[in-house]
């Protein structure tokens, strides 16, 4: 499958601060989250892939084109959601979705129905009607939202989509989120610094940290990527434990569980348990939270 | 129970879209008309369009009543010595003019950048030049409302009312003349509006220095030319004179101004239009909008 957004040595410096340093990375089709700590340079990424900003250095492709050389064309198969929370106060969350659906270059009749349509689909019902200065931060993200998707985009660009909202209103964003990716299938790029709302929602994950692409791949990918295995026994973890150590094999204990790391192969494990005698509930991979691979990643230092 | 015939399930799962997409041109060409509603206050309350009505007002119920008067008035000498010409019309115009180069126009541009717009603008097909080009058409179109509407009203009347310019060529001539006075009066104002505007976010600010230079420039040319001396033709950078005197040299009549030649009115409103274009050009080519 080619690369929704592919870069290669990608810089970009304003003044004296770099931005973005040798950012090198291929996003799939898909959910995907862009975390980084606040100044990582996600937002700088988000302005080059949409052309706003040119890079100092390297290439960058989105959809297959150069979005500086074809700005236009590669912006009107995006949709973009800012982080920001100012909209016209005096717009109607309807003729404001309507408008920028035809600044996408749908026609006008096709740009009202769609308007309607998307905001339907973000659960605005006769809100959409509203002046948006009079909205809650919420219903404001689900216009901004709507807005993106309207003229059903190919790739839709999130920029701290949950940012403002309550825990409640975090997981519908959240939820809506994962709908508009799996359900109406466009491709989301999602830049957050929420490791746990990327865990819940993205298929895989791009990491920068000081404007440099600490680890990416897929969810799963990332949690393996340091190897080591957990073991799940019923009764006996310390005696496995021992063993293990006394085997040269780095292991600790937490309840019913040893977590083996580094390198050991399967078949030594299985050894392990078996001579000991010990009744095996789970031989599995070691997966880390994404705040581990955050961790391992040395993103804070 | 019997299900009501011609029911149906509307399903309003997501749809693709799969029309036509028309790209910048259509891009451009909605901003335009969103822009020009909005600063006319269309979909608005009504007090956001009680000055951009009143500026219309200004400059068109005038020309509506020189046009009954002259199907009023028989005699034409009296006609002529009563009723303005079409280079004398734009005395009226001025204060419409003015109240919409400050106070309505800025609207365009500042409320974007404050808002937030700009950059859901830039993330679209448009690019920073074709936005402020669309947003300058918006400015421009309503300007020459104001600008060509009551002249060309005018001429429509009095060739209807049989008091018109002589023969086709006559007409033609005096249409080119109003185009061309029409669209260099609002070019200055829509000018040194939007590249005021462009300078701030504040759409008060704006409306107070674009207020303050129109009149200002007035002032200053006036105390410099008639306190300190200096020659007359530093009026011509008189915002509040000098494109009209140009107008009544379109028109080919002789205006206030004598001893400022041609050339110097010629070079100083092209000027201001050159140098409100600049600073647009400058400030939207730094403008840093994904934040």
């Known amino acids: ?301 | 129970m019997t299900a009501p015939t011609g029911a149906r399930i509307i399903d309003r799962g997501y749809r693709p879209y799969t029309g036509p997409r028309l790209g910048a041109t259509g891009a451009a060409r909605s901003l335009v008309r969103h822009s020009a509603q909005r600063v006319m206050g269309l979909r608005r309350t009504a007090s956001h369009k009680v000055l951009p009505m009143l500026s219309l007002a200004i400059a068109y119920v005038p020309a509506i009543v020189f046009v009954g008067l002259a199907a009023l008035i028989k005699n034409s000498s009296l006609r002529r010595n009563f009723l303005p010409t079409y280079g004398q019309y734009y005395g009226f115009v001025v204060s419409a003019l003015i109240v919409f180069a400050s106070f309505v126009a800025p609207e365009a541009l500042c409320p974007d950048r404050r808002n937030g717009m700009l950059g859901l603008y830039l993330a679209a097909p448009l690019t920073r030049t074709s936005y402020v080009v669309s947003k300058v058409a918006a400015v421009l179109g309503l300007l020459v409302l104001a600008t060509l509407g009551p002249p060309l009203l005018m001429l429509v009347a009095f060739v209807l009312q049989g008091q018109g310019p002589d023969g086709p060529l006559g007409v033609l001539a005096l249409l080119g003349r109003a185009v061309t006075a029409g669209l260099l009066v609002a070019g200055v104002y829509t000018a040194v509006s939007l590249g005021i505007s462009s300078l701030t976010d504040r759409r008060a600010i704006a409306s107070a220095a674009t207020l303050l230079t129109i009149v200002g420039t007035g002032a200053v040319t006036g105390v410099l030319v008639n306190g300190v001396g200096l020659p007359e033709w530093l009026i011509a950078f008189d915002l509040t004179s000098s494109p009209f005197e140009l107008v009544r040299a379109i028109y080919g009549e002789t205006g206030d101004l004598r001893s400022t030649p041609i050339s110097a009115l010629v070079a100083v409103n092209l000027g201001w239009i050159l140098l409100g274009g600049l600073v647009i050009w400058w400030r939207y080519r730094r403008i840093e909008v994904t934040k």
């Not at chain 1, 040595?9 to 700590?37: H, M, P, Y």
């Not at chain 1, 606040?38 to 892939?49: E, S």
């Not at chain 1, 880390?288 to 691979?293: A, G, H």
Request: glycine share 10%.
């Open chain 1, 1 to 301: 499958m080619a690369a929704i957004v592919s870069a290669a040595g990608v810089a970009k410096r304003f003044g004296n601060v770099v931005a973005l340093a040798d950012v090198t990375v291929e996003i799939d089709a898909g959910i995907t989250g862009l975390l980084g700590a606040n100044g990582a340079g996600k937002t700088t990424f988000i302005g080059l892939a949409l052309g706003l900003t040119h890079p100092d250095d390297g290439r960058l492709e989105v959809l297959g084109r150069d979005p500086v050389r074809s700005g236009a064309e590669v912006r009107s198969l995006l949709g973009y959601s800012p982080e920001h929370q100012s909209l016209p106060p005096d717009v109607r969350a309807f003729d404001l979705v309507s408008h920028l659906a035809e600044v996408h270059g749908l026609p006008r009749r096709a740009a009202t129905a769609r308007a309607s349509d998307a905001l339907y689909q973000v659960g605005l019902g006769e809100e959409r009607f509203r002046p948006v200065g009079t909205m809650s931060t919420g219903q404001k993200q689900r216009v901004k939202l709507a807005a993106a998707l309207a003229h059903d985009p190919t790739l839709i660009l999130l920029d701290e989509p949950t940012d403002g909202l309550d825990p409640v209103q975090r997981d519908d964003m959240l939820t809506l989120i994962r709908r508009v990716g799996h359900e109406f299938g466009m491709s989301i790029l999602i830049s957050s610094h929420l490791l746990d709302e990327v865990e819940k929602v993205c298929d895989s994950a791009v990491i920068l940290a000081d404007g440099r692409v600490a680890v990416s791949g897929s969810l799963d990918e990332l949690r393996i990527r340091v190897g080591g295995w957990t073991v799940e026994v019923e009764r006996g973890t310390t005696e496995l434990v021992d063993s293990l150590r006394r085997a040269g094999v780095s292991a600790s204990s937490d309840g019913s569980r040893v977590t083996i790391e580094g390198i050991a192969t399967p078949e030594v494990l299985r050894d392990a348990v078996a001579h000991l005698g010990l009744a095996l509930v789970r031989l599995e991979r070691r997966r880390l939270s994404l705040e581990e691979v955050f961790l391992e990643a040395g993103v804070y230092g």
